[in-house]
RNA sequence: GGUUCCGUAGCUCAGUUGGAUAGAGCAACAGCCUUCUAAGCUGUGGGUCGAGCGUUCGAACCGCUCCGGAAUCACCA
């Protein structure tokens, strides 16, 4: 049950039977915080208007009134023009027992609505980096929060597989690869040809040097040095489809795939279906002739399809360039209309960093210029950076992290800790990973996923390693330590109560619960603000108050067994809800840890 | 210069539609393992919420101006 709009429900009627009719907003709930004693509290100050007396005179009358009229509310105390009221234990063993009965608590209904959710969306030309790890953790989250929220979510990936970039890794492997493998180098396909990408660079640079040793200017020997020429050469032959290129390009993307799907699997994440842009780089160009034929955009003398946003307080943008091919903007447009009519789509949502808002923003200009409705359910997710404490992540100067070696390094510091505080006596080599594997992994994804999206963030390697205090180890912890009382519990045949006897909790029992009504609404607004943060922090809380009172209440000494099964009750599930918000953020719970 | 975003404790970050004395963690200091897992718990210190003005019973939150930082404004993707 919705604890808030019970409440208000009671509310507006005492104020309107005490004072009238009031407009709705003048009723304002919230949470007792937690220095005053109290569940819920009403803010009286918008009602002095209709009750014409003072602040803590109104809410006395409103206090005595809902006492008086409503059974589940117990007592209430009046400071400055704060209503706090006590709902009873009845009330909140109702709540729990609710909630016990209840398999899917914090499901959402089924809303019909199919969104699509694309993430990831990386190049074929380097491995991931701790910038990518951030837009995977994001979308995965935010899909399976929507999911909670229920709606049908399709997670897909958009792989750009062509350009220039590819061909500039293919070139350097064929001057100077000698025929290597992932196979005969042990290396991982992407690591590999993102070698090979850096060889490009490397090489690149010092025939610009020796260009400009020989008299050229910086500008002409960029565009003059051979083997950016032999790049360029070699897009062309692929764009005709040359069976040679074309046989090293799917060998190589091949490489990086089997590269890409290991770091997938090693972060969790997934997808419904995955898009090549040498597959969709040719749409959008029908719509660019819509817009022509409407009007809406117009033609350079030189061919070049265009449309002036200057009104809207923005550039012109180019749509097709003078030769006929198409430009970003113009795939983006068509595979939206593409995704939007194939899937039946209610919501788009794209995980892209903030470099890209300029993008997003003139993508859905255009397309409601179109008349397309729908441009307003694209939604850009947009994300902040990934800093170091040297400042910002460079591949040209070295200073990125990468993927796989910070989650090796996540997963062997874990392995450290464990051994160093004796956790993982007696148990298999197989449970070892797992728990390594968990544990280093959810401090990891949590360490990201707490923070707002829209920030950059700093990434300090030395603390995010730490597994104390405000991190996902402590939940995960939290939640091995409940299933370890709940092991305990029942090798001394003591069984969780389905039945809640409200009089028998406690304050610290009643907030628990309280925390726990709240889960729901939580999922609700993390799906409505794509925020995994708020998931993160709540979760966090929970965990955080749990642990308060497990230290003041110790289950297995409690002599009282109703009490006892009530405390097993409790702790089941707030074990259940910490699994399942962590679920939310893809972070795993071990049993024991 | 235009557009968008950010600025909260020494550091990293929370702060729900405006509400009470602005919160966590890390770092520092002081306690707590013979009792369910000490990756824990309890306590202490630490703030001009970038600055100013305005809106109102009330502003970290809303509006305006300024300061500082980031991204972007390509016939790149």
């Known amino acids: 049950m919705d604890i808030e709009k019970f409440l208000l429900d009671k509310v507006t009627a ?34 002095l208007r209709a009750s014409h007396k003072k602040p803590e005179q109104t809410a006395e009358e409103i206090g005595q009134a809902l006492v008086a009229s409503t059974p589940e509310i117990a007592g209430y105390n009046v400071i400055k023009g704060f209503l706090n009221l006590s709902l009873s234990g009845t009330f909140w063993g109702k709540q729990l027992s609710e909630i016990l009965a209840n398999p899917t608590f914090g499901q959402g209904a089924p809303t019909g609505r199919h969104i699509m959710v694309e993430y990831s969306s990386p190049n074929t030309n380097k491995p991931l980096h701790l910038g990518h790890i951030r837009n995977n953790l994001l979308g995965y989250s935010v899909s399976r929060i929507l999911e909670a929220d229920g709606n049908q979510v399709m997670k897909v990936n958009l792989v750009n597989d062509r350009g ?174 593409t995704r939007f009519k194939e899937e039946n789509l209610d919501d788009m949502i794209y995980v892209v960093g903030n470099e890209q808002n300029y993008h997003f923003q003139v993508l859905k200009l255009i397309l409601s210029k ?24 460079k591949s040209r100067e070295g200073t990125v992290v990468d993927a796989d070696d910070l989650i090796d390094a996540m997963v062997e510091t874990a392995r450290e800790m464990s051994q160093e505080l004796g956790k993982l006596d007696g148990l298999s080599q197989e449970e070892i990973h797992d728990i390594c594997h968990m544990v280093g992994l959810g401090a990891l994804k949590y360490f ?30 939290t939640h091995a330590r409940i299933k370890s009382v709940l092991r305990k519990a029942a090798e001394a045949g003591a069984v969780p109560a389905t039945q809640i006897d409200g009089t028998l909790l406690v304050p610290a029992e009643t907030a628990l619960i309280q925390m726990l009504t709240e889960y729901p609404a939580t999922v609700k607004a993390a799906a409505a603000n794509f925020s995994p943060a708020l ?59």
């Open 164 to 337: 220039i970039h590819i061909c500039k890794s293919m070139l350097a492997w064929q001057l100077f690869g000698h025929g290597e493998t992932p196979a005969s180098s042990g290396l991982k396909g992407d690591h590999l040809v993102g070698n090979y990408y850096v060889a490009f660079d490397k090489a690149y640079k010092a025939q610009i040097k020796e260009l400009m040793a020989q008299g050229m200017d910086e500008e002409q020997a960029k565009k003059e040095a051979p083997i950016m020429k032999q790049a360029q050469e070699m897009l062309r032959k692929w764009e005709a489809k040359d069976p040679e290129v074309y046989q090293l390009w799917q060998t190589m993307n091949g490489w990086v795939y089997e590269g890409f799907d290991k770091t997938y699997r090693e972060l969790g994440v997934s997808f419904d279906k995955v898009y090549y842009e040498s597959q969709t780089y040719l749409l959008g160009k029908s719509i660019v002739q819509e817009g022509l034929d409407k009007g809406i955009f117009f033609r350079k003398e030189d061919g070049s399809v265009w449309i002036d946003l200057t009104a809207d307080g923005l550039d012109q943008k180019l749509l097709l360039r003078g030769d006929g091919t198409s430009v970003y903007m113009t795939q983006d447009l068509g595979t939206a209309y």
């Open 448 to 477: 990201i996923l707490k923070v707002d999206p829209r920030k950059t963030m700093l990434f300090d390697p030395k603390e995010s390693i730490d597994f104390n205090g405000n991190t996902g180890p402590f939940i995960q912890y």
């Open 535 to 593: 998931i993160a922090n709540y979760v966090y809380e929970l965990a955080k108050s749990y642990n308060g009172y497990y230290h003041d209440f110790p289950i297995m000494r409690e002599s009282d067994p109703a009490k006892q099964a009530l405390r097993l009750a409790l702790s089941a599930t707030v074990a259940r809800i910490i699994a399942a918000g962590m679920a939310l953020l893809g972070i795993g719970v071990p049993e024991r840890m």
């Open 14 to 47: 005492t104020v309107t039977s005490l004072y009238g009719e009031v407009a709705p907003e003048a009723i304002q709930l919230q949470k007792t915080r937690k220095e005053f004693e109290g569940d819920m509290t009403l803010v009286v100050f918008p009602l």
């Open 370 to 393: 179109l008349g397309y409705t729908w441009a307003d359910h694209i939604t850009h997710l947009s994300y902040g950076m990934v800093e170091l404490p040297e400042g910002k992540m």
